[in-house]
């Protein structure tokens, strides 16, 4: 559990009780890059099932305010993503990696720097790990994401490929 004491923000891993909220921030997520004309998160994915799986293999984790409320949702997976074998570009490393796939926050609370902060709580949980690369992706369309991984340092790296579509892919490495 990974707490900021200014921010009253805390860091766990989601439960199945969990999932509920969880799918209510992602809902809201959906939506938000529907009015903003994107593309992305509009076929079906992501859903219930997969926070469900999310949760199971305990990629996911939640983020909750000073009164206990699920304000931000992130999966972070130790265990690779196969699409990420066949990018269009080229890694920074080819060492053991995480990733972060599926980050959403509750767009009710606007707590300004809750992406930013989740992004950082979560590269404080892999270098724990003793996991010191994060590779993630996003749509060429996802300004909001594009700018956290600009300011927290992330390099573009190319394209891979989910569901035939072409997403932005970037790598951060942990130990520099």
Not at 9 to 14: G, S
Not at 24 to 52: C, F, H, M
Not at 103 to 121: E, H, N, P, S
Request: hydrophobic content about 35%; aromatic content about 10%.
């Amino acid at each position: 559990m990974i707490s900021v004491p200014d921010k009253k923000l805390t860091l766990r891993k989601a439960t199945n009780t969990d999932a509920g909220p969880v799918w209510t921030l992602l809902q809201q997520a959906i939506e938000k890059r529907k009015q903003e004309g994107s593309s992305q998160w509009q076929d079906g994915y992501p859903n219930p099932a997969v926070v469900a799986r999310d949760i199971g293999k305990e990629y996911g984790y939640v983020c909750t305010d000073d009164a206990d409320h699920i304000v931000a949702y992130t999966a972070l997976i130790f265990d690779g993503e196969p699409a990420y074998e066949a990018l269009e570009g080229k890694w920074l490393t080819e060492r053991p990696y995480a990733v972060i796939h599926r980050l959403a926050v509750d767009q009710g609370k606007a707590i300004k720097g809750l992406g930013t902060w989740m992004m950082q709580a979560v590269e404080e949980i892999c270098r724990k790990q003793g996991i010191f690369s994060i590779k993630v992706d996003t749509n060429f369309d996802n300004t909001g994401m594009l700018r956290v991984f600009e300011k927290l340092g992330y390099t573009y790296c190319g394209e891979v490929y989910f569901r035939g579509a072409a997403r932005r892919a970037y790598e951060k490495r942990l130990d520099i």
